[in-house]
């Protein structure tokens, strides 16, 4: 019973270079969400796939933060012209329902992938 | 909007004493209400949760009850081991997670 899996798990990129972080869930299940972890700070809501569609994004903090999940398994996580800013540790989160009313849900977390922008 | 607030850290106490991190919520509606745990090298962790008020969530020697007249969901053990140490986040859900900041707890021998 794999858990949830990312990679790389740690990252660093020049400044203005793109990165991509990829998130495999938890075989069979329909939800999956991205957070972002600063230094010492609780994660943040990016973004929430049910299935193959994003049915939330209001936390992506620019347009230069882009996620798919094409067929509804793996999801990437792309960041564009990476910025001091970005270095963070993002979280990608699996469940097995998908919420809209449900509130007793349990997301189980993957060990996140550190990126340093430097 | 939601909002979670905890006591910030570090908790620093001896083995065998009794462990209180307090969490307050801000939010509208009915969430529920989560404690998760970050052990060193290691991903977050579900350890207790509580759906409703009254509720009172418990694993591995940990409780917090949802008291809604004070919107509060205090995490307690009462005798901490050493293996306790690590960051403890508390949460809430309506449509989407929302955590506090962390509390670092670190238990001497």
């Known amino acids: 019973g794999a858990g949830v899996s990312q990679s790389p798990r740690y990252k660093v990129a020049k400044r203005g270079q793109d990165v991509a972080l990829r998130c495999d869930p938890i075989?069979?299940?329909?939800?999956l969400f991205w957070y972002q972890q600063a230094l010492g700070q609780g994660p943040e809501f990016l973004t929430y796939?049910?299935?193959?569609?994003?049915?939330?994004k209001s936390g992506l903090p620019s347009d230069r933060f882009f996620a798919e999940r094409p067929e509804g398994s793996v999801s990437t996580l792309k960041i564009q012209r990476t910025q001091q800013e970005d270095s963070a540790v993002y979280l990608c989160?699996?469940?097995?329902?998908?919420?809209?009313?449900?509130?007793?849900?349990?997301?189980?977390f993957g060990p996140g992938t550190r990126l340093t922008v430097t | 909007g939601d909002s979670v607030t905890q006591m910030e850290g570090p908790v620093t106490l001896s083995e065998e004493a009794f462990l209180t991190i307090n969490c307050t919520y801000t939010?509208?509606?009915?969430?529920?209400l989560f404690w998760y745990v970050q052990y060193p090298g290691e991903g977050l962790q579900l350890l207790l949760k509580?759906?409703?008020?009254?509720d009172k969530g418990s694993n591995k020697g940990f409780e917090a009850t949802y008291r809604k007249e004070t919107t509060s969901f205090h995490l307690e053990k009462g005798s901490v081991q050493v293996s306790d140490s690590a960051v403890y986040f508390c949460?809430?859900?309506?449509?989407?997670?929302?955590f506090g900041t962390g509390t670092r707890l670190q238990v001497f021998p």
């Open positions: 989160a699996s469940s097995l329902v998908g919420t809209g009313g449900s509130n007793s849900y349990e997301q189980y």
């Open positions: 075989s069979g299940h329909v939800s």
């Open positions: 796939f049910q299935n193959e569609a994003q049915l939330d």
């Open positions: 939010a509208t509606g009915y969430p529920s």
């Open positions: 509580a759906t409703k008020a009254d």
């Open positions: 949460a809430l859900i309506t449509d989407k997670l929302i």
